[in-house]
């Protein structure tokens, strides 16, 4: 299997230091726009039939200003200081894609120090990691979930429904 997750992975990193909601949201595979147009909905006392509406629409959605700001503050909030060294440049590739499930890889990005070629890790000390993972899908790779978790949609969906090494959910206390 040719591992292309990398180019939108960095992508989707891209468009959330940018603030370019639409091109997040194009990156996002169909379960990771469900959870978060639910988490908006619930959030603003919206039902069901909102959040369904707003995952297919996307930004021809009239609700879409509000909604593409929540994702924004969300996934931002998500990468935490990996926005700081996302809009610096320094984000570097840790390893290889690693394949998590028949149809999911993970890439795992950490801040490369502005290194400009390969270089080993240090591995006397602890690395702050952000992982990405990211599907294959009908319509081509899309990021399936950031920072180790996969979003699960629900009423309420659960934002942090965390994944193990071999790509299968484990509940999560945090939602």
């Known amino acids: 299997m040719e591992h292309t997750a990398p180019q939108p992975a960095m992508e989707f990193l891209h468009a959330i230091v940018s603030g370019e909601a639409t091109a997040a949201w194009r990156l996002m595979d169909d379960t990771f726009r469900l959870a978060y147009a639910q988490a908006w909905a619930y959030e603003h006392g919206a039902g069901w039939d909102v959040a369904e509406r707003i995952s297919q629409a996307g930004p021809l959605d009239p609700l879409w200003p509000s909604v593409a700001a929540a994702i924004l503050d969300g996934l931002r909030s998500t990468m935490d200081s990996f926005v700081e060294l996302a809009a610096a440049g320094r984000l570097g590739l840790y390893s290889e894609v690693t394949p998590v499930g028949p149809d999911l890889e993970q890439v ?23 992982r990405v993972f990211v599907r294959t899908t009908d319509q081509g790779q899309r990021v399936a979930g950031i920072k180790g978790s996969i979003p699960q949609p629900g009423w309420p969906p659960n934002m942090n429904a965390r994944v193990d090494d071999a790509g299968w959910h484990r509940p999560s206390t945090m939602n």
Request: proline share 4%; glycine share 4%.
């Open 108 to 130: 795992v990005f950490v801040d490369d120090h502005g290194a400009t070629e390969s270089c080993v890790a240090e591995t006397s000390r602890p690395i702050e990691a952000l």
